[in-house]
């Protein structure tokens, strides 16, 4: 059966609570859905969230794109001819990643759904449980211990505090978060490249003297400053992580080159879908670099098939998929849910996502 269909949604989910960064600042997640559909009409759903910060891709330029020249190599092809369809639609236009992410996931949806078996296990995995931390926004002491306080109340056991704003104040907020939760839950830290070189060093340097335990520091620079990344990793003791630093394959060389990190986040929307992901995985494990899978905010579209690869490959720390757990109301029937601190995936075929709300 070839595919006969390719459509987008555009979708527009409130927040239960507002998501601060060094970034940005947001009560909604805005995104496009894609929809595959065989001429048997079974249907596979990916997703391209808008995250102008982070990858510069947009619900229009997404949606250009996917209606546009990948949509031209889909309509009539062979979906299990997954491998092939997938390098087409990497070759087919520069940049779009968010796009190309939403396509990649959408087949190998459409794939599952078509050999009845669900996207984790499509992938080699064998479970349909996936630990997560918990993010933090970023905000003053005093709402970020009481938000701290309520998260561990509810079973999180591991903390993503947003930082970046200013480093004293973000030492002594950090600290305030440790005193209110006390020694055991995990804290690492997500500077959002808000930080410079010399303002991560002290500030980091500052929380290992006070023995505030942090598990790691994510991006504290800004992601093209690979130097400046590395600079930092090499003058503090707790493990740094690489986000915005690494999109693609160049990328992740130039971290393995420099040892510029000691870990890297994996983003489906930063790489361009499972595929490219699992490459990254494989070749930073390969070079000894530490990997977690994480989300932009996005619904359970993406965030399920973010967790399906982490079910599916294994990764050396809690991944940080809580994106959908942000969400007031899903904007789509099925897929996953959260059980405390654990994303828990459908064991229905594919993603397990019914249609749009």
């Known amino acids: 059966m070839t595919i006969d269909t390719v459509r987008c949604h555009s979708v527009s989910a409130a927040l239960h609570t507002t998501f601060v960064t060094a970034l940005r600042c947001t009560d909604v997640v805005e995104s496009l859905v894609v929809e595959v559909m065989d001429a048997d009409g079974r249907r596979g759903f990916g997703e391209a ?68 078996v669900s996207l984790p296990l499509l992938l080699g995995g064998t479970t349909h449980r996936v630990p997560t931390d918990v993010t933090l926004s970023a905000g003053d002491a005093g709402s970020l211990s009481e938000a701290a306080q309520r998260r561990v109340s509810e079973g999180f056991e591991v903390l993503k505090l947003k930082v970046g704003t200013d480093a004293i104040a ?10 209110a939760i006390g020694a055991s ?38 992601g093209h400053d690979i130097p400046g990344l590395a600079w930092v990793t090499d003058r503090v003791s707790t493990p ?41 995985l494989d070749v930073a494990q390969a070079h000894e ?11 359970a579209v993406g965030v399920g098939a973010a967790a399906s690869l982490a079910a599916a490959t294994g990764t050396t720390l809690v991944d940080d998929l809580d994106a959908a757990w942000w969400l007031a109301t899903s904007p789509v029937r099925g897929g996953l849910r959260y059980e405390d601190a654990t994303v828990v995936l459908p064991e229905t075929p594919g993603l397990g996502i019914e249609g749009l709300a």
């Open 49 to 116: 969230p808008q995250v102008w910060a982070v990858t510069g891709d947009s619900l229009a330029g997404s949606r250009a794109c996917v209606e546009g020249p990948l949509g031209a190599i889909l309509l009539g092809a062979q979906p299990d001819d997954l491998n092939v369809l997938l390098a087409r639609v990497s070759a087919a236009v520069a940049g779009n990643l968010a796009a190309k992410a939403a396509v990649d996931v959408a087949l190998h949806d459409l794939v599952a759904r078509r050999r009845g």
């Open 170 to 179: 973000d030492v002594n907020r950090v600290l305030a978060v440790r005193n």
């Open 185 to 222: 839950p995990r804290l690492r830290l997500d500077a959002n490249q808000g930080w410079s070189a010399r303002e991560a060093v002290r500030a980091i340097c500052a929380l290992e003297d006070a023995g505030a335990e942090v598990e790691l520091v994510e991006q504290p620079v800004r």
């Open 240 to 280: 740094v992580m690489a986000d915005e630093s690494v999109f693609s394959l160049r990328d992740l060389h130039a971290v393995v080159e420099r040892r510029a990190a000691d870990l890297i986040n994996v983003k489906l929307a930063k790489c361009g879908g499972l595929t490219p992901a699992r490459t990254l």
């Open 289 to 299: 670099i530490g990997v977690i899978v994480g989300s932009m905010m996005e619904t």
